[in-house]
Structure formats: C-alpha cells, structure tokens
C-alpha cells in the first residue's frame, strides 16, 4: 500500500474516507477532530454525549456524511486513556483502523491524522512512524495461490498535516516505518510460505536476492564447507533430508566502513532456520504437523531485521546468520542415542531428534566467535514449554550479560515485542549432563525450558550471549494482535531493529 505525508486540512481532503481519533473521557473536542466534528454539525459529539462512542482503546464508530463533505465516510477511533498512552498505543490505534477500512469495500484511499502527535505527547516523527507501521502490518496478506485473489484493502492512504512546518519529519517517520513495515513482510511471508516452495536453498535464495536489493554482503555456506568446519552436529539434522542445509550470512557495515577499515565489534543476530521439522525418528503426532513449516521463524526474523537494518543504514556493523535445514526421517537420517562432535570441539548426546533447534544452533554460535562478536542474540521456536509458561503474550529471554539482557529488554518495550527474563541458574546444568558425551540435547518434563539455553549456552565462548525462545510468539492462531492479521507475526524483526539501533 502507497502511504504518503501531505500539508492540508482533513476536513478538505478528498478521499474515501477520513481518519480521526479521540481519548478516552474527552468531551470537549478541539484540533483535527473537533474540525471534523464542526463540519459534520456536530456528528461526533453527539456519539459522546450519547456514549455511544467512548474512546476506548481498539474501539471504532463509523460516519457517513452528507453530500458537499470531501468524504463520504468519517472514521473515529479510540485512543484510551491519555495517561496511558505512548507509542506502541499509536501502532495499536493505527491499526485498529486499518482492519476496519480493510473491511469496507468502497474504501481504496483514506486520509488519517497523526495519532498522539498533539495532545498524547509524541513528537511528530515518531507518530507518524507508529502509524505507518501499525498501518502497513494490519493491512498485510500472506502469499496466495488461489485462483480469486482475496480483497487486500485500501490501496492508498494520506496523512494529512495542517502545520507545514512539521511535514519533513512526518515524512522521514513515514520512511522509517515503511523500512520496518518491509522487513515484517518479508518474516511473515517466510514462515507463511509451504514448506514445498520454501526450503534451505530457496530460503538462501531469496535472502541472496534481498542483499542484492538492499546492499548486504551475503555468503552461503553449503554442506561441504560446514563439513570442512567441523559443523557435525548442525548437518546431523539435516542428514534424513534430501534438501541440504543452508547457513546465510548477511553482513550489514556502516557507510564507508570496509572489512579493511572496521575494528567495531559487530552484533550478531542468529535464527533458528528449521524449515520443515517432522521431529525426524522421534516424530511429532500427525496433528497440527503443518504449522512447522514456522520452526524456521527466527530465520525469518533475523532476515527481516538485516533488510530493515539496510534499509535504515543504520550506523553499526551487524552479522545476521541464518541456519536453515529440514528434519526428516529415512534411512539416513539422525538417532536417539547418536553422539556428534560440532565445530567447538564439543560432543552432544542425541536423546530425541525433536529437539534438533538447539542442535543447530550449537555449531552456528560456534561459528560466530571468530567475529570477536559485542555480543551475540539467537531467536529459535525451540520449545512447546515457554508457550505454555508466558502464553502468547511474550517471547522467553535467557541471557548471560546483564547488560545485554537490560538492552533487550529496553528493545522490547520500545517496539512493542514483549519479552520476559527467565533464570539460568547453574543447577539446570545438571539436568543436561551426559554419560558419554558432554552434554543431552534433551533432559525431563519439568526442565525442558531451561534446560534447552543452557544446553545452546554451553556453546557459546567469548562473547556475550542471549536466547530468545519465540515459539509461542511467531504464530497467531486467533487474529487477536491487531497489529497482524491471523498466521504468521514476524516477531522479532522489530525487536532486532531497536536492539541495533541502542546497543
């Protein structure tokens, strides 16, 4: 969808419908909405007065005018409490309204006023970034491949600003929130795409294109080089495949900055690529298999953050990996009770092949130490457990710094992107101890969580590291987060974006 800034009057401007909001209590409207409000003869007080409308937050009421008016349609939405509003409220807002502009079929282009840019506080750059994310990621639609394409809603949109003076940093939140806007897109279509169109070579593929565009350095690592690097226990899953493995690099540096003339030590972001996971010999029940074509999720976030990041040139040096296989079972494929030497020189006991992301993840956290790495974040749909602990409501945070930890978590609250600090007490440890190899992939019921990152922490060396566990996070099964439709959310990529910008 064409999202656009301009300096005008929204009582005045042409489109099929207008966009304007109100907090929760106000009785009294001024600004844009009380503008509306006067040409509409007092349309929208009435709604107050008759409480019909509140401005609670995810709320809406819709208004059809009379003939002369620029629109035939007003939209209000509610912004709640001003007390408590702040910018993830503004995404919220925004698209709130996109889902119910989505839903009139006579709506291809809108005008919108910034939400929270005069009484909420926000400064206009920041609003309008809100609003162009919130906006774009309600309106998103996953890849089709049915005959009827399915209504995708509103084509073109304006916010519409009546003091010039602030429309180049509207212009520039525009710009912004487009970058992020792309970046989700692109993680959602990943983990919406089957799992017979997106594999490890397509899924390389398509980043290796995406570079291009954007202006990322990519290399892709095929089995043979693994091999040579010793990375036994990540091609272990991979072995019951046809498809090989695939581990995407993508580098971001600053402008003007050479692999000659760098000595920042880069953030590394590192994603769980499963792009098909059966469970291998220990497989899954048959119901519910087809949503692990989203076990590649933290793939598909790190790849949509390293996109955003281009696109905003960020100033820092970032290496986003992408550590992508199928586990499948056949004659070739891994066993409980195989025991793997990785590329640390480190062995692993397999106790169940269902338990193959932190395998992966074993050797590529291994691999990433020769960058001398700032520190070093890997998202991975690993365990059924952190849903069932958080809920769908945040991802699981395992770190070993503090202060990456408070970074993260600082990240999190700027997006929007929730996540929880869980412990990492050494006594789990014991719970991943082997007889014969170093460490179990696998340890009890009761210990699966914390078991699972410090069995990945046990991998890492050198550098400053934390777990994101997102497997209740990447998957919305109930269309209840309004900043996404039902399927995939893309989590993290926003999360990685604000963690690259501050840390």
């Known amino acids: 969808m064409e999202l656009q800034a301009i300096q005008g009057d929204i009582t005045k401007t042409d489109a099929d419908c207008l966009v304007v909001n109100l907090f929760a209590g106000v009785t009294t409207l001024g600004g844009a909405t009380g503008a509306v409000d006067a040409a509409l003869d007092g349309a929208i007080s009435f709604l107050i007065r008759t409480q019909d409308f509140t401005g609670e937050a995810g709320t809406t009421a819709l208004l059809y005018t009379k ?22 409220a503004a995404r919220k807002a925004a698209s709130v309204a996109a889902k119910a502009l989505r839903r009139l079929k006579g709506v291809n282009r809108f005008a919108t006023i910034l939400h929270g840019a005069g009484a909420g506080g926000l400064e206009a750059q920041a609003a309008a970034q809100a609003l162009a994310e919130g906006t774009l990621l309600a309106l998103y639609q996953s890849p089709q491949y049915r005959r009827e394409e399915k209504r995708r809603g509103p084509s073109a949109g304006v916010i519409v600003e009546f003091d010039g003076e602030r429309l180049p940093q509207i212009e520039a939140g525009v710009a912004a929130g487009q970058a ?28 290796e294109a995406m570079a291009a565009e954007v202006g990322l350095q990519c290399t892709v690592l095929g089995e043979k080089k693994m091999r040579e690097l010793g990375m036994n226990i990540l091609l272990a899953v991979s072995k019951g495949s046809k498809r090989a493995a695939k581990l995407i690099i993508l580098e971001h540096r600053p402008a003007g900055q050479t692999q000659e003339t760098s000595e920042e030590a880069p953030l590394v972001l590192v994603g769980k690529g499963v792009t098909f996971d059966t469970g291998g010999i220990s497989i899954k029940p048959a119901e519910n298999m087809w949503r692990m074509k989203s076990d590649m999720g933290g793939a598909a976030a790190v790849v949509g953050a390293m996109e955003t990041i281009a696109r905003l040139k960020l100033p820092r040096r970032v290496i986003g990996l992408a550590v992508c296989v199928e586990n499948m079972p056949d004659g070739k494929a891994f066993r409980p009770g195989d025991i793997w030497t990785g590329i640390t020189g480190k062995s692993a006991e397999i106790i169940s092949t269902d338990a193959e992301g932190r395998l992966i993840l074993a050797d590529a956290l291994g691999y990433v130490a020769q960058y001398n790495p700032k520190a070093v974040v890997d998202l991975a749909t690993l365990t059924g457990a952190i849903g069932v602990a958080l809920g769908s409501q945040a991802a699981g945070l395992f770190a070993n710094d503090d202060a990456l930890q408070e970074a993260l978590l600082a990240a999190a609250k700027a997006s929007g992107e929730r996540l929880w600090p869980m412990p990492m007490y050494d006594e789990y440890k014991d719970e991943i101890k082997s007889d014969m190899a170093e460490v179990k992939n696998s340890a009890a019921r009761t210990s699966g969580v914390a078991a699972s990152a410090k069995f990945i922490e046990h991998f890492t060396e050198g550098y400053p590291w934390a777990h994101l566990d997102i497997a209740s996070m990447v998957w919305d099964q109930s269309d209840g987060n309004p900043l996404s439709p039902k399927g995939a959310t893309g989590y993290g990529v926003r999360l990685l974006v604000e963690l690259t910008k501050a840390y």
């Open 67 to 88: 003939n002369g008016f620029a629109a035939p349609r007003v939209l209000l939405v509610g912004l709640g409490k001003q007390e408590k509003f702040d910018l993830h």
């Open 180 to 207: 992020l806007a792309l970046g989700v897109k692109a993680a959602r279509d990943y983990v919406s795409e089957p799992p017979n169109l997106l594999f490890p070579a397509e899924f390389a593929r398509r980043a």
